[in-house]
């Protein structure tokens, strides 16, 4: 009786929570419910690397390009409350905007060999450096101000295609 109590308590251990993601039989974590595709349309358009290079899978990528996005948002907000930022001094003729974006820019600065981005590209739940930079960005106002970003410029989204999630 004592190892059925157990084997039941792990039973149900295992099973998914409410309101929590699972892998279900795909190995992907999914939303749990009938709304699991509830978040996969954000307002705008977080651009996915799929559209790019259409052999990986747009939603495997979401979750991620929306944590490089909030986590933009998040780091610039605690960047706007430093006197730095207040001071609004010059540096090497970069404002301080200017050395915010740059300074996530260089973050991810690197180069892979085409068959590690294949591969990456496959099976990673990350998009490549440049679109966790460039992606994101896009969807900034303040990058678009501090940069003077135009229509018909390579980094051009028109307000209405960009996320707005928070």
Same mark, same amino acid.
């Given at each position: ?20 993601r699972t892998r279900r039989n795909t190995g992907n ?37 929306? /944590? ?6 998040? $780091?610039?907000? @605690? ?8 001071? %609004? *001094? =010059? ?35 990350? /998009? ?6 460039? $992606?994101?960005? @896009? ?8 940069? %003077? *970003? =135009? ?11 960009r996320v707005k999630v928070w």
């Amino acid at each position: 009786e004592q190892a059925e109590t157990a084997g039941q308590s792990r039973k149900q251990s295992l099973r998914p929570k409410p309101g929590v993601r699972t892998r279900r039989n795909t190995g992907n974590f999914q939303p749990p419910g009938p709304n699991k595709n509830s978040f996969s349309q954000p307002p705008g358009q977080l651009p996915q690397p799929p559209q790019l290079f259409p052999k990986t899978k747009s939603d495997r990528l979401l979750g991620e390009n929306l /944590a490089d996005y909030g986590g933009i948002l998040l $780091g610039l907000d @605690a960047f706007k409350k430093t006197a730095q930022y207040r001071d %609004g *001094v =010059k540096v090497a003729g970069l404002t301080p905007l200017q050395r915010y974006f740059l300074g996530y820019a260089l973050s991810w600065s690197r180069h892979d060999r085409e068959e590690h981005l294949r591969k990456a590209l496959l099976s990673d739940v990350h /998009a490549p450096p440049r679109w966790r930079v460039n $992606g994101p960005l @896009a969807n900034v106002p303040e990058f678009y101000e501090a940069f %003077g *970003v =135009k229509p018909g410029q390579p980094m051009w989204r028109s307000p209405q295609m960009r996320v707005k999630v928070w």
